[in-house]
């Protein structure tokens, strides 16, 4: 249900035959994505730096930090392009920065990607 603890919720990315598993963090932003799992989103590079897809509504940001400073391996969302971002680098401190939730081992499966590709991402059973 979309008003439930979040805390340690996992979920899986799965690109190709690559699965990768996160951890979302207990946030309105968080529970927003849940809410709309499993999507299908097309990411494409973001100045070598992260990977980006548009999400089709856009997440909560309620009660959210102004602005957030992602570290590689987490999952942030860019709420002024209503964007879901894989950061693979440290790209520093912007405002509209939701993060959200931090992958489980490497994330050279994104990072190594130099085309736009398709992920599905889907809640962890």
């Known amino acids: 249900t979309a008003g439930s603890n979040t805390a340690g919720a996992r ?27 499993p999507l299908r989103l097309s990411f494409r ?44 680098t440290d790209v520093g401190r912007f405002d509209g920065i939701a993060r959200i939730g931090r992958f489980e081992g490497s994330v050279a499966a994104i990072k190594s990607r130099k085309s736009d590709f398709v992920a599905r991402i889907e809640v962890a059973r």
């Open 11 to 37: 979920v899986r990315i799965i690109i190709g035959k690559t699965v990768l598993t996160a951890r979302l963090r207990d946030n309105a932003t968080a529970r927003s994505l849940i809410a709309q799992l």
């Open 45 to 88: 590079d973001f100045q070598g730096q992260e990977k980006v897809a548009r999400v089709p509504r856009p997440l909560s940001m309620r009660e959210m930090p102004k602005s957030a400073d992602p570290e590689p391996r987490e999952i942030g969302y860019y709420a002024p392009t209503q964007e879901l971002v894989l950061y693979y």
